[in-house]
């Protein structure tokens, strides 16, 4: 059998002239006389060693493809022997040309012309090797034509024009660019680095893709199917798939990783599919769909290098069920977080988890109570709702309550998310109590009215820093009691906020005229005095954005003592070192201070002569109370430096933190008296270690 399956009698049949050697190379045998010059043949053998002494030269063998291509017939074969061919092709004629499968023959650019063109329906192209300085190495511009087994060396592309439909390009090695301007082609089983598309009912299926910017790029190009692909992207700011403008999409069983912005973004894309996938990557997020009516989004695996696994914005009944999110999860919106909330309450949302505990979505319901161990709680369109005593870890939203009212969210943990608790268009909720770290943007709320956030914990993430707690056209609210690196308060509209008897921790706190009445509250950074030592300030303290002043500062915490730490969460496998600050105010400088901790939570905590200290007893809680200064511990008791503060570590190594994973440390600050007795005890910092 010779590398094109044919037999000896099949070439003699093709051949008269032509015998099949033990080498598996045609030969050329004497030609017989009633073959013609200029007349069509079924079967022409090309082979660039061929020259005017060859048997039937000139009229069924040639030594280059063009000449062979005008001498064969209508749905004839020219067969093409290895060897180099520098020539462009011009195809207008329905017939098969096929080089030889074992050693493709090379067709070498000429120039940086199109290195072949078909303009004609139902060609056959296979079996060659493309190289040179050409753009383009295949354009089509007739339907129905198949090309495959093509290699193309160099940056090389193949175009399917506008009008040119229903063709077939599989097992193409090397490619450049795909590009369908046509309709109903499919491009199969072929490594290459990009496909564009702006055609319809056009289909890529069992493709590998390295690509180095939008690695599939659709543009108003609708009914694309692309199923079962590998696509690697290496480009930051680019995704494996962008979509624009090009419905009905269906996004199908393809494993999308690499280094990405994000890894599928959908634009403009109604009744799309996105189904069956693993999206790994994406800085930014998994996968973006925006402005679309009628997405549904099953199955999928989310594993993004971000806590955004899917982020939905201003887009309508979307269905999202089944699917898997590994450290990431939903982000719930409209465009630039406004709070345009027809577009959101009409989607179905189930059947989700992340690391293993559900998503839970709620929408257009009465008195939602959400059960325990929740990754994420979306509230959309309620009246009534309660979340409490949760922990909420590497997910945009632990909760988004949006368009609701009557709603309590208390003494809950929010580590690592980007957006860790958000209130948009809700009115009368309570935010108490709870623990926010590691998040840029910690308690946000956004064109709300009424309601108390108190005694809560919102750091920011260390060295960004972050907004742990914003209003944002937002009034009557009272902020009160809550230790925080900033409060951030913009554009109120009626009566404003009262933000009193907080701590702020660094030298963030910005507020407009508009913003409402600060007073009482600690800032760090207050240089003013405390002449008479009655723990105010005798200067006002200014807030940065306008005219506002706090004229009543403390120049101490209100607790007497605070307790801060600029990192909250820690991995296992890595360890670290945490500084841990305290700060009581200059009229508490040479005080002896203590740092304690626990690992077993902070309720129901000790009494200590009369005064609560909200820690349990353990055996890490017994080591810092005995043996304070000893590694790990560094500093956690001493006597406070002339501003009132002192700086303890607290130094994890790795292979001490592995049975550790997933435990919560807390610890406080007291302040002693000169009689032992404890004058001042902080608020508990967490400290979460996770594997």
């Known amino acids: ?219 108003e190009a609708s009914d694309f199917l692309l199923v079962d692909n590998t696509i690697e992207l290496q480009a930051p700011s680019s995704r494996n798939i962008m979509a624009r403008n090009s419905p009905r999409t269906k996004i199908e069983g393809n494993e999308l990783t690499g280094d990405s912005y994000t890894v599928a973004e959908l634009i403009a894309c109604d009744d799309s599919r996105i189904i069956d996938n693993t999206m790994q990557g994406g800085r930014f997020a998994g996968l973006t769909v925006g402005f679309s009516q009628g997405v549904a989004v099953d199955a999928n695996v989310f594993a993004p290098d971000s806590e955004i696994g899917f982020y939905l914005y201003s887009s309508q009944v979307a269905t999202v069920v089944d699917n898997e999110f590994i450290s990431s999860g939903i982000l719930l919106t409209t465009f630039d977080g406004e709070p345009e909330f027809d577009s959101l309450a009409n989607h179905s949302i189930s059947g989700n988890v992340s690391n293993g505990r559900p998503i ?190 706090d004229p009543f500062p403390r120049v101490r915490p209100p607790d007497g003592v605070l307790l801060w730490a600029e990192e909250h969460r820690l991995m296992a496998v890595d360890g670290g070192v945490v500084p841990l600050q305290v700060a009581a105010g200059p009229a508490r400088a040479g005080a002896t201070y203590a740092i304690l901790g626990s690992t077993s939570g902070t309720s129901p905590g000790i009494v200590v002569g009369g005064v609560p200290i909200p820690l349990n007893v353990d055996a890490y809680f017994m080591r810092t109370l005995t043996m304070p200064n000893t590694d790990p511990l560094s500093d956690f008791a001493g006597v406070l430096n002339a501003t009132g503060s002192a700086t303890a570590t607290l130094t994890l190594d790795p292979g001490m933190l592995g049975p550790l994973a997933s435990l919560t440390f807390h610890h406080v600050a007291v302040l002693v008296n000169a009689d032992g007795e404890i004058a001042a005890v902080s608020r508990p910092i967490p400290l979460w270690i996770r594997p």
């Open 1 to 219: 059998m010779n590398p094109h399956g044919l037999t000896s009698l099949a070439l003699l049949v093709l051949f008269p002239g032509v015998a099949n050697t033990q080498s598996g190379k045609f030969a050329p045998a004497p030609v017989p006389p009633v073959l013609l010059q200029g007349a069509f043949y079924p079967a022409i053998l090309v082979d660039d060693d061929f020259g005017p002494g060859s048997p039937g030269f000139g009229v069924t063998t040639f030594d280059n493809i063009m000449d062979g291509v005008a001498a064969v017939e209508e749905d004839g074969t020219v067969l093409v022997r290895p060897g180099r061919y520098s020539e462009s092709l011009l195809i207008q004629k329905r017939f098969h040309l096929l080089g030889d499968r074992e050693d493709p023959p090379t067709l070498e650019a000429v120039g940086e012309g199109d290195m072949l063109t078909l303009q004609v329906n139902g060609a056959v192209v296979s079996h060659l090797r493309m190289e040179g300085a050409a753009q383009v190495a295949v354009q089509i511009e007739g339907d129905r034509n198949v090309i495959r087994n093509l290699e193309l060396v160099g940056q090389l592309s193949c175009v399917v024009e506008e009008g040119a439909d229903e063709n077939l390009l599989a097992e193409l090695n090397g490619v450049s660019n795909i590009v369908f301007l046509g309709d109903h082609n499919v491009l199969r089983d072929s490594s290459l680095e990009r496909i564009f598309c702006n055609g319809a009912f056009n289909e890529a299926r069992g493709n590998s893709i390295v690509s180095a910017y939008h690695a599939v790029e659709l543009d």
């Open 360 to 549: 839970l979505y709620y929408c257009g319901e009465v008195n939602v109570v959400a059960p325990p161990n929740a990754a994420q709680v979306l509230i959309v369109d309620c009246e009534g709702f309660t979340i409490e005593d949760q922990e909420f870890l590497d997910v945009p939203n632990g909760v988004a309550a949006l368009h609701s009212s009557l709603g309590t969210i208390r003494n809950c943990s929010f580590i690592n998310g980007f957006r860790a608790l958000r209130v948009a268009a809700c009115t009368d909720v309570d935010i108490l109590d709870n623990d926010v770290g590691n998040s840029i943007l910690g308690i946000t709320l956004l064109e709300s009215v009424n309601g108390t956030i108190q005694g809560n914990y919102s750091a920011g993430i260390p060295p960004l820093g972050g907004n742990p707690i914003t209003l944002d056209r937002c009034d009557g609210f009272d902020l009160r009691d809550n230790l925080t690196s900033s409060i951030q308060i913009e554009e109120c509209v009626n009566v404003g906020n009262e933000v009193y008897n907080n701590s702020i921790v660094s030298t963030v706190a910005y507020a407009d005229e508009c913003s409402g009445a600060w007073s009482g509250n600690y800032y760090r950074d207050y240089e003013g005095s405390d002449l008479d030592g009655d723990g105010i300030g005798d200067t006002p303290h200014p807030i940065p954005g306008g005219a506002l002043t």
